[in-house]
């Protein structure tokens, strides 16, 4: 018989600790559970006394999101390109690593592979650290015991990700800005000093010229059209939610994702990059073409697209070749489709699947610059239409107030 400590929350939701002899760890919880007890932590007391040894914490609250991942992932690469097996480069991080968001998750990934986990389900329990994708990803590398160049991978996504977000933030931040003054002046003129002009134009007898005018419709429409078109934007994004939550609804509102323009583009094309990616590199370490395609497909984010891809896969399975597969289901291009025919001749898939890897990235590339531009071209625009008009306005005003005066 062994002893466990636990820490659970019995039938009233109180929370109660304390020790119970069970044959092991099972049992205990089985026990627990008869008593009505939801166990939040149960621990074996031998293994309590280690961990307690070595400072480990279940419940310390790692932070950091990407950055904590990118972090714990050079960290892991650096250690098992040297031979280094992942459980005992998760132990010396967990003993020797300066950061604690970094000791901390090293523990509690150490622990889980102690256990009897695989990385890939621990790094599951930390879903503010790791997203899915690189859950997946992981996963196949542990399918070929090859985590290596896995982990490279991962490195390589995360920080292409960091330098396209840092772009476009660089990229908006003067016309956001700009539109921003811009907009501030605009509802200076419109609530602090137009209503003092209006008021000088009606005790002269004047008229308010046509700037003026659309100034005053549009600071209107502000005031009475402005919460509602909140309240609408509210309770839209709210349906979409309420939608999401079924499958068929997130396959529906995925599949008009795709369908607006140049957005719906950058989303197929960070698919596609992703799976063959993913496939590319399941095939240089060996893994079969049924595994491969099983592995690349939970990288797919787009359900539409990941639909589309599991028809893909089934066909392959049944004997069809792999491009004519990806053709049937519109998951690739026609030159894409092309390039892989060549692999279905060669048998050599590997380098195929890069170079339409590639070609989709200088696409993403491209199209994420674009998008960009064309941002910052609105904004620019809107913040000197915003300003011409206020400028307009004001000289329009003072016009007529000398007019109105020399009558």
Do not use: W
Not at 51 to 80: N, W
Not at 103 to 121: H, I
Not at 355 to 383: P, Q, T, Y
């Amino acid at each position: 018989m062994a002893t466990f400590s636990y820490k659970a929350t019995d039938k009233t939701g109180k929370i109660v600790e304390g020790s119970i002899s069970a044959a092991d760890r099972r049992a205990a919880l089985r026990n627990l559970s008869v008593a009505g007890m939801n166990v939040v932590k149960l621990v074996q007391e031998a293994e309590a006394s280690v961990r307690a040894q070595t400072g480990a914490e279940s419940d310390v609250e790692i932070k950091g999101g990407e950055k904590t991942a990118l972090a714990f992932f050079k960290k892991l690469l650096q250690l098992c390109k040297s031979g280094t097996p992942v459980g005992d480069a998760l132990r010396g991080l967990s003993q020797r690593s300066l950061n604690k968001n970094m000791t901390a998750l090293s523990k509690q990934m150490y622990k889980s592979l102690s256990e009897g986990r695989s990385l890939a389900q621990a790094m599951e329990s930390y879903p503010q650290i790791f997203e899915k994708s690189l859950c997946h990803l992981v996963e196949a590398g542990e399918s070929t015991a090859n985590l290596v160049p896995v982990f490279q991978n991962i490195i390589d996504y995360l920080e292409n990700r960091r330098t396209l977000r840092k772009q476009v933030v660089a990229a908006l931040v003067y016309p956001v800005i700009l539109f921003t003054v811009a907009f501030a002046v605009v509802m200076l003129f419109l609530f602090v000093l137009l209503p003092q002009i209006e008021t000088m134009m009606k005790s002269l007898g004047g008229q308010m010229s046509l700037p003026v005018k659309v100034l005053m419709a549009f600071g209107d429409f502000m005031l009475a059209g402005g919460p509602v078109i909140l309240a609408l934007t509210a309770l839209a994004a709210l349906v979409i939610f309420k939608i999401r939550r079924s499958p068929k609804g997130t396959l529906a509102t995925d599949r008009l994702f795709l369908k607006i323009p140049l957005i719906g583009k950058i989303a197929l094309d960070a698919d596609i990059c992703r799976f063959t990616n993913l496939i590319s590199t399941l095939f240089d370490s060996g893994v079969n073409t049924t595994e491969t395609f099983r592995l690349a497909e939970k990288s797919v984010k787009n359900s539409d697209i990941r639909a589309r891809f599991a028809l893909c896969r089934t066909a392959v399975n049944d004997g069809a070749p792999v491009s004519a597969s990806f053709k049937k289901f519109g998951l690739l291009a026609d030159d894409d489709v092309d390039i892989i025919s060549v692999g279905d001749r060669t048998g050599d898939m590997v380098e195929c699947f890069k170079e339409v890897k590639d070609s989709h990235m200088e696409m993403l590339g491209a199209r994420v610059k674009f998008a960009i531009s064309a941002l910052s071209a609105a904004a620019l625009l809107s913040a000197f239409a915003l300003v011409f008009m206020v400028a307009l306005g004001i000289v329009s005003a003072v016009l007529g107030l000398s007019q109105s005066l020399i009558k």
